[in-house]
């Protein structure tokens, strides 16, 4: 079993930034690849981006791509979003994800997903 808490939600303005950490416990952290996935009231849930194992390669979905940065820190057992340039339609419910399938956490099948946290961009 992996354990993944969410922290750094929050209330900001538009244009402003915010940093999501994901702290892992419970198995190897290195193993796992890790991802965001975001979803708003009424909408389904959305993949925001992941990051191998290493580090070494990331993705985004196009919505955030060039405002949000995926990292992580093996030693650390930690993952985190950077959003900057946050637009009203950046609010939801932010998840981290992990699994020791890529191919998995594209398609919404992780094994292992936080219980969220709120981001709340306002105009």
């Known amino acids: 079993q992996v354990q993944l808490v969410e922290s750094g939600g929050g209330l900001v303005q538009a244009g402003g930034s915010l940093r999501l950490s994901c702290t892992g416990s419970?198995?190897?952290?290195?193993?796992?690849?890790m991802g965001w996935f975001r979803q708003a009231p009424g909408k389904e849930r959305e993949f925001v981006a992941y990051?191998?194992?290493?580090?070494?390669?990331?993705y985004y979905a196009d919505s955030v791509k060039g405002r949000f940065t995926i990292s992580r820190d093996n030693a650390k057992n930690t993952a985190s979003l950077q959003m900057n340039s946050l637009k009203p339609d950046d609010t939801a419910t932010y998840y981290c994800?992990?699994?020791?399938?890529?191919?998995?956490?594209?398609?919404?099948?992780?094994?292992?997903w936080g219980q969220g946290t709120q981001v709340t961009v306002s105009s």
């Open positions: 419970g198995r190897t952290f290195s193993n796992y690849a």
């Open positions: 994800v992990a699994d020791m399938i890529l191919s998995r956490i594209r398609t919404r099948q992780a094994d292992y």
């Open positions: 990051i191998i194992w290493s580090g070494g390669s990331t």
